[in-house]
């Protein structure tokens, strides 16, 4: 079993910045993918990044390429998304997951863990 905690989320004006921390502990090894999905109220869970564990490759949705950045740090088991010019569609609950394959990292369905979610809210 992998555990994720999520922290980080918070209230924040168009055009600010928030970084999202994800921890992981149990089997971290056994897992390849790190995620971020989000979630808006009346919508479907929605990848938003990822990154592999060895090797730092990562994956953007094309609504935030340019605007977060995902990254890792292998020695604290711990996965970051920093956001910037943030827009009030960016208001949702965040989740961090976790993959053991690596095969289709877009895929909503192919992780295995989830952490319980941080809310992330941007006024205008």
Do not use: H
Request: overall charge positive.
């Amino acid at each position: 079993q992998v555990q994720l905690v999520e922290s980080g989320g918070g209230l924040v004006q168009a055009g600010g910045s928030l970084r999202l921390s994800c921890a992981a502990s149990g089997r971290t090894f056994s897992t390849y993918v790190m995620g971020w999905f989000r979630q808006a109220p009346g919508k479907e869970r929605e990848f938003v990044a990822a990154i592999r564990w060895s090797g730092g490759r990562t994956y953007y949705a094309d609504s935030v390429k340019g605007r977060f950045t995902i990254s890792r740090d292998n020695a604290k088991n711990t996965v970051y998304l920093q956001m910037n010019s943030m827009l009030p569609e960016d208001t949702a609950v965040y989740y961090c997951a976790a993959d053991r394959r690596g095969a289709y990292v877009y895929r909503r369905d192919e992780y295995d863990y989830w952490g319980q979610g941080t809310q992330v809210t941007v006024s205008s």
